[in-house]
């Protein structure tokens, strides 16, 4: 299919960089300089929704920034697959932008202007993966998110902080130039080209590539992109913990570990293929090797009392059943797996809403001192609840539909390993979710709580967290949009 020129892709990726200069050049009037990203991430968003009716009607857009050699090029392009994403991260950045300006002030947390810039920064480098045309923009890209979101790990500068902030960039960066930078190389030198396929089925290499090249460069891209939280390469999202919860909501639900399993399942489908991972049987071990960090993450986050660990590592177990869907290579698995991507963000990105509104109302951050806040916050945590639904895969809320496609696809694929590892992580999910929500509206108030009833927090929290929640069961009754793009992938 040929693509067609269009230059709002360039325009969408330049909105939040323009953003963040703005947000630098008002930083001492704090209303003007959350208006100035307000406005970046409004833009943004319109220029990526105003895209939907051409890539619905079977178009690729594109854009050629420049060309470096033949074959090389930095592009752009907009398809079914990067729309997934891209509206997904643009609209929750707007909600985002709201909820940020009510934490910070909340707190009086020092260099917002600092946090708001590299906030901005990371959604360019986010929408930029999400329409890079070709292996070698997807990695400019992702390293720019990587080097921006730095700050804002570290954005406390204490020495949690910092080291927070060393672990995130060792494993993030070492394992892209590590990983993913030769295996690129490798990839021109063999097929002269590092632009993605137009379809999931062909691949880019060559037919005569063996079967040792083929499987060690999948290896290096499925581990070099360790954004996406597969383990022993997950120990930088725990770490990054320490950031305000803005940022852990940025890095967890909007962007980082989105960009992570994009770029992975954008490279297994349109750089190898299904035909060829078929073939080299790639798929299912991929999906058995994930379903390790799907139930060790599942039950480490059992052993947590932090709000935020336990939520952390609840993402690493998640992230991997957008991997383990595109694994099973059947279209109901591969569906629910891209859908994830989208149903995910809006439950995940409620969760640390909530976890950032209770610390903001109670300063506290540990579960077994939760007890009885959710009589005196019932938005706060009637959105937790319903967010945790999602993730545990109940109807009628958002991750159902993501869990029931895969449950499909395993199914399809014949793998009663993995119909297992489904309905145990499950099992795990609720393990973990359920006591949060009876603790906080069933629990005894603590005799210091029950003296001095705390309340919800400012609605510029409260507001955000509980639109998430409702848009969360809004895709779980009407889930057509980002199924509408996942179906149109496959072939």
């Known amino acids: 299919m040929e693509s067609v020129p269009d230059i709002r892709l360039l325009l969408a990726v330049l909105a939040p960089l323009v953003?963040?200069?703005?947000?630098?050049?008002?930083?001492?009037?704090?209303?003007?300089?959350?208006?100035?990203s307000l406005a970046a991430a409004v833009t943004l968003f319109a220029l990526t929704a105003s895209l939907v009716p051409e890539v619905q009607a079977g178009k690729t857009l594109s854009w050629t920034v420049f060309r470096l050699l033949p074959g090389l090029t930095v592009s752009l392009r907009a398809d079914a697959m990067s729309m997934v994403f891209a509206l997904s991260a643009s609209f929750l950045w707007i909600v985002a932008v709201f909820y940020s300006a009510g934490y910070m002030r909340g707190l009086q947390e020092h260099a917002q202007t600092r946090f708001n810039t590299c906030f901005a920064l990371a959604l360019f480098g986010a929408i930029g993966c999400a329409f890079a045309d070709n292996l070698l923009t997807l990695y400019l890209f992702y390293e720019i998110v990587s080097v921006c979101t730095y700050p804002l790990v570290a954005h406390h500068q204490d020495a949690?902080?910092?080291?927070?902030g060393r672990k995130y960039m060792t494993y993030l960066t070492a394992t892209a130039k590590g990983l993913v930078l030769p295996a690129m190389v490798l990839i021109y030198v063999l097929t002269g080209t590092l632009d993605f396929a137009q379809d999931i089925r062909s691949g880019i290499l060559p037919a005569d590539c063996g079967r040792a090249v083929v499987t060690g460069l999948y290896i290096a891209c499925l581990l070099g992109f360790a954004k996406n939280g597969i383990m022993p390469f997950?120990?930088?999202?725990p770490g990054a913990m320490v950031a305000p919860t803005p940022v852990s909501a940025l890095l967890h639900a909007v962007a980082v570990v989105k960009v992570g399993v994009f770029s992975t399942v954008r490279v297994m489908l349109y750089v190898f293929g299904v035909d060829r991972m078929e073939a080299f049987n790639l798929g299912l071990p991929t999906a058995y090797f994930v379903s390790i960090t799907i139930l060790v993450a599942s039950v480490i986050a059992l052993t947590k009392d932090n709000l935020k660990a336990r939520l952390a590592y609840s993402t690493v177990s998640q992230l991997s059943y957008v991997i383990l869907g595109v694994a099973l290579l059947k279209p109901a698995g591969i569906l629910g797996g891209v859908v994830h991507i989208a149903n995910h963000a809006f439950s995940k990105i409620t969760l640390f809403f909530c976890a950032g509104a209770i610390y903001v109302a109670t300063h506290k951050k540990n579960i077994s001192e939760m007890s009885g806040l959710g009589r005196v916050m019932p938005f706060t945590f009637g959105a937790f609840a319903v967010a945790s639904l999602s993730m545990i895969g109940a109807p009628?809320?958002?991750?159902?539909?993501?869990?029931?496609?895969?449950?499909?696809?395993?199914?399809?694929?014949?793998?009663?390993?993995?119909?297992?590892?489904?309905?145990?992580s499950t099992l795990l999910n609720a393990a973990y979710f359920v006591p949060v929500v009876y603790r906080g509206f069933f629990g005894a108030a603590s005799p210091e709580d029950a003296a001095h009833p705390h309340g919800e927090a400012s609605a510029a929290m409260v507001i955000p967290l509980t639109l998430t929640a409702a848009i969360s069961v809004v895709i779980g009754f009407y889930p057509d949009l980002f199924v509408q793009f996942a179906k149109a992938i496959l072939p």
């Open 19 to 36: 953003g963040a200069g703005a947000v630098m050049a008002t930083g001492r009037r704090p209303n003007l300089r959350e208006g100035c």
């Open 160 to 164: 949690e902080g910092y080291e927070g």
């Open 234 to 237: 997950h120990h930088w999202l």
């Open 396 to 424: 009628p809320v958002a991750g159902f539909v993501s869990k029931w496609y895969l449950l499909n696809g395993a199914w399809d694929a014949g793998s009663t390993g993995i119909l297992v590892v489904l309905l145990a």
